[in-house]
């Protein structure tokens, strides 16, 4: 599944730190913004990852699943930063 993830972190170590984190997910398409593509296990994984670098009270992460036929109906405007892969990938 496609995800766009958000967040508003306080700090700047805990956002570097989640950002760090984040960009070993997906790809950053503004400053606090990330498009993922997980499975539901590595969705659960990522989860936990960020309830570890935020402060809960704090700061605000929000996942927003994307449908696969939704892909081609996001606009960008300027620069797009943004890609997501079909099918399996290899990196080697």
């Excluded at 508003?8 to 730190?17: A, G, I, Q, S, Y």
């Excluded at 997980?38 to 402060?55: A, D, H, T, V, W």
């Excluded at 704090?58 to 109906?73: G, H």
């Excluded at 943004?82 to 080697?92: D, F, K, L, R, S």
């Amino acid at each position: 599944m496609f995800y766009v993830v958000s967040y508003d972190v306080v700090d700047d170590k805990r956002r570097n730190h989640l950002s760090d984190y984040l960009e070993s997910y997906g790809i950053r398409v503004q400053y606090s913004v990330f498009e993922v593509e997980l499975n539901e296990s590595q969705l659960n994984q990522m989860i936990k990852g960020i309830k570890k670098r935020i402060k809960t009270d704090e700061d605000t992460v929000r996942i927003y699943p994307i449908a696969k036929d939704l892909r081609n109906s996001i606009i960008t405007i300027g620069m797009d930063k943004g890609h997501y892969y079909e099918g399996n990938i290899i990196i080697i």
